[in-house]
Structure formats: structure tokens, C-alpha cells
């Protein structure tokens, strides 16, 4: 339960990656917990293995992101605790996103609100990524910020890329 306190003080801005404990078992776990719910939010509009391969690609570019990036700012003792809390943030917010939209595809009329919600989401989901890397880097909000723009905007463009066509 403390964990999950963590997790949600993470994702309100109140605790960084630091308060994480650095943990491998912690990490693989939150590693199957990001690819399930990935996995999970793809079926909605893909197939079985689509979903994994774009889940599979995903924590791919955030592995190596992390990893060049902390490599650069020689913060690389930080890797495991500041990738735990990515894919976990990440994972609770996607968890949102499926409620969401299990819950948009019974309600008629609601695509105006689902649409703002989920749009909502995608924002919050680069606001905690920016969060993270700002403490995890050791610098200012805006450039972590920046940095979560930069790189969901690039994993966007390549998902397209690879993956254009949902089935």
C-alpha cells in the first residue's frame, strides 16, 4: 500500500524517483505491470501481436532513452530507480486511460469528453515524465519537461512509422 502512495505522489508532482527504492525485483515487476497494461490499452484497437510488439518498442525506446540520457548527465546510478518510476507513472496512467475508455464505449455521446480526457492524460503522462527527469537529472522542471515533449514526440513519430496501420 506504501508503494502505491509512492507511486501516486509521483504522479501529483510530490515525491521523485529518488524515493523509490532501488530494487531489481521492483523493477521487473513494474517492467511486467507496464507491458501488461500496454498490451491492454493496444488491444483496444490491434491485434494480439501488434500490441505486444508495440508495447515490446515502447519500454525499447524508454530503456535507451533513460540510459543515454543518464549516461550523458553522468547520472547513471539513478537508472533503475528513475526507470521504475517511468513505466510505473506510466502504467497507472494508461490503467486510467483504459478505465476511460471501457467506460467512453458504453456511454453514447460522450466522445466529445472522452476525447478531452484522454487528450488530458497524454498531458499529464509528459508533465510526470518531465517531473521524473527533472530529478532525476538534478535540474530545472522546464527542461525535464522539455526532454518529455521531445521524446514522446519522437516515439510517436517512429510508432507511426513501424506500426501504421492498427487492424
Known amino acids: 500500500m506504501a508503494l502505491i502512495k509512492l507511486l501516486l505522489d509521483i504522479c501529483l508532482f510530490r ?3 529518488q524515493d523509490i527504492p532501488y530494487s531489481m525485483l521492483l523493477l521487473s515487476l513494474t517492467v511486467l505491470w507496464n507491458i501488461a497494461v500496454s498490451v491492454a490499452l493496444g488491444l483496444i484497437d490491434m491485434g494480439v501481436v501488434q500490441a ?6 515502447g519500454l525499447s525506446f524508454l530503456l535507451l532513452f533513460l540510459a543515454a540520457l543518464l549516461n550523458v548527465m553522468q547520472k547513471r546510478a539513478r537508472f533503475v530507480q528513475t526507470l521504475t518510476a517511468a513505466l510505473a507513472s506510466d502504467a497507472l496512467i494508461s490503467s486510467i486511460a483504459i478505465f476511460a475508455l471501457t467506460l467512453g464505449q458504453s456511454l453514447t455521446g460522450q466522445s466529445a469528453f472522452l476525447g478531452f480526457l484522454l487528450v488530458f492524460l ?5 508533465a510526470v515524465l518531465g517531473h521524473i527527469l527533472r530529478h532525476a537529472l538534478s535540474t530545472r ?3 525535464g519537461l522539455a526532454l518529455s515533449f521531445s521524446y514522446t514526440l519522437v516515439v510517436y ?7 501504421p496501420n492498427p487492424v
Open 141 to 143: 522542471y522546464l527542461l
Open 157 to 163: 513519430r517512429v510508432m507511426m512509422s513501424v506500426m
Open 15 to 17: 515525491k521523485g524517483p
Open 52 to 57: 505486444l510488439m508495440q508495447s515490446l518498442l
Open 122 to 126: 497524454m498531458m499529464w503522462q509528459i
